[in-house]
């Protein structure tokens, strides 16, 4: 970042460093030289003070590029944003040009997959958006073994923390790990703005700079055998993308299509890193080929026709031979499959009259009865004119079957002609007598009954095939919501996507009339009372609007959904707050009244005239009154302390501070009876940053807590160690342990886990102890015992003790 403001200060820039953090590192600190350095502001926080950017400063200041370190960070309350990245975002709107620095691990997008790789949560995180907006994203690479030479040499932290540096966090499985999600990240950013790029100046071409293979179901049993040998295409590709698409088209499926096939396969797909798709289109081989050169795919991945040599024969190209013709660009796979040449599973869903039937129906209405009289003339003799009529029966029903009833009326027309002139005596004649008329009407009205018959079946068939298409449709968009987290963008997306459109929003009705046809098409469809959905590429047709009608139907109900649970989230902190005070009011009450009623009973005792007490006694009862008054006001201090972490008004005094500062205090906050504590490499450890009294009351919290779980002749495990720039204190109980599943719940005030009566304290221990943990800026996590147990795991900052002169 720093090298980058000194190439644009050489060229004359305007460059000020409005925040940098340089941790004291020496070679940072030297390309700091000859910058202009804005003063920062000071804010005092929780009895702290605390350097953060001067955002007016920088505003006033007025530089063409500001230097703005640690996107991420949080900023200290009291400014007017929560963020830095919201600082940066006014400097924008300002006109100042913005370098800014982040580390992978702090996207929001990677924070789990982070967490989970190197164990340690990331508390700051920023949005990828805003990075992603970002006019250029340089990515500074390094090997891990090369970074951990720099931190060997002194480069990044301190010698005394590196050792613990490189064995935790800084492992080369991490780092690599950490180096693998950056390229990544990058790598798709990269190509989001490609596919802006060829959208916005319409370039259709496939640019083959990622490979991206896109495999065709059909919902026949040959699907998980394609999806496979696609996957491994993909794999050889450099992790390259996997997209599985069903064509589902308004005049009937592919036959042997499955719904429960084409689950399976979905499932399988997504298993193996791919995403499925469903797109509704007439043309199969044309929408196969629009979807694929819309995602920018390389490689397309097809089943070998299932249709036998006959049918191939008889029917003409298939899907597969089409796709290939059109191609283009795209490498096409053919893959073979137990099924290839079986024929079909099912009857073929075809339209009404296609177009090759069109033509070849009036044609052979022509050609075959004249083929037939050919045939028949040769073998004259050997048929009677009966037989001779049948068979030019059954060639006008199957040129009734061809091309229905237009054709079916030519071939009966032409064969009762031929019929006349060639068979019925005088042969080579013809004649009007009332056979020759009868056998042409008999004709005519046999052949018209069965086109009639073959064109209804089959717009029958058509309607039923478009009503499976459109459920089929529904149920990948039911199983697409399902799977997703948010419904309306997964709708918004599935809708986009299924009809083919250029770009899918939903705009209120006053933005509607905005909205322009003439220059590109635009479908609107009303969503609920005051929403309506806008989709812009192309017209539909009336049965695609259709299922688009049923899709915004979903869209409604997704909307209205995700307006109750805005509205409920908005009601929860006032329910939370409510179970707070019940359960205040439920738990206190006992707590309260206990220590309260056996102070009041001595003090009372002891104030009575009518008992002599002994020496011993009023000791005794003196002693009771003191315990009973401490306890109530370590409960009543818990109390206060609580509300004021809630409030956010706990005054902080921090400093650097050893642990062996507060052990006395907290060890003799034990109840008499408890456990011994074993004590472990408290000295071993630099100083902590942290509020002596809060810690002694975290450290005592833990002990409390430790030695109410620990067995009988157990000890209690207190120790501590280094890991990079913070201390870890460990207290350690072997006593039954919390389920994974109830930990947090452990830090919810008021709660007894694993206590079996009410005399174990208010349940605030630990709860309190994570807050004000948190408020010294540090963290408290539940660990698993090795052997079984608990411990608890009270992580701090380090220090910076200036070394002596």
Sequence with gaps: MLDEARRRAERGTDVVVAYVECHKRRHTLDRLDGFEILPRTRRAYRGGQFEEMDLDAVLARRPQVALVDELAHSNVPGGRNVKRWQDIEELLAAGIDVVTAVNIQ?????????????????????????????????????????????????????????????????????????RELALLWVADSVDEALQKYRTEHGIGGVWET??????????????????RRAARIADRSARGDLLAVHIARSDGLAAGSSSAALARQRVLVESLGGTYHSVVGDDIPTALLEFARAENATQLVLGTSRRSRLERFLTGRGIGETVVGLSEDIDVHTVTHERAGGGRLLPSRRRTLSTPRLIAGPVSGLVLPVVLTFLLHHTRGSLDLMSEALLFLLAVVGVACVGGVVSAVVASVTASLLLNYWFIPPAGHFTANLNSVLATVVFAVVAGTVAAVVDRSLRLSRRSARATAEAETLSSLAGSIVRGDEAVPALLARTRETFAMESVELVPCSAVTGASERDDPVVRVPVGQDTFLLLRGRTLPAAERRVLTAFAAHLTVAVERAR?????????????????????LAAVSHDLRTPLAAGWAAIASLRSRDVDFSDDDRDELLATADESMARLGRLIDNLLDMSRLQAGALNLSLRAMALEEVLPMALESLPSGAPPVDIQHLDAVPAVLADPPLLERVIANLLSNAARHTPRGASVLLTASTLADRVEVRVVDRGPGLPAADRERAFVPFQRLGDTDNTTGVGLGLALSRGLTEAMEGTLTPEDTPGGGLTMVLSLPVAEVPAPA
């Design 210 to 227: 990622r490979e991206r293979v896109v495999v065709a179901l059909t919902g026949g049993p040959e699907g998980e055998t394609i999806i």
């Design 564 to 584: 109750l649970a805005e509205a409920a989230a908005e009601i929860e902190p006032v329910r939370a707050a409510d179970r707070m005070r019940t359960a205040l």
């Design 106 to 178: 702090h996207l929001e997008s990677l924070n789990d997959v982070v967490e989970k790789i190197t164990r340690v949560p990331q508390q700051e995180t920023v949005p990828d958006d805003v990075v992603r907006r970002a006019h250029q994203i340089e990515l500074v690479d390094m090997p891990a073994d090369a970074l951990r030479r720099r931190m060997a040499h002194g480069n990044i932290y301190a010698p005394e923390k590196v050792d613990a540096a490189l064995a935790n966090y800084f492992r080369v499985g991490n780092l690599t790990a950490l």
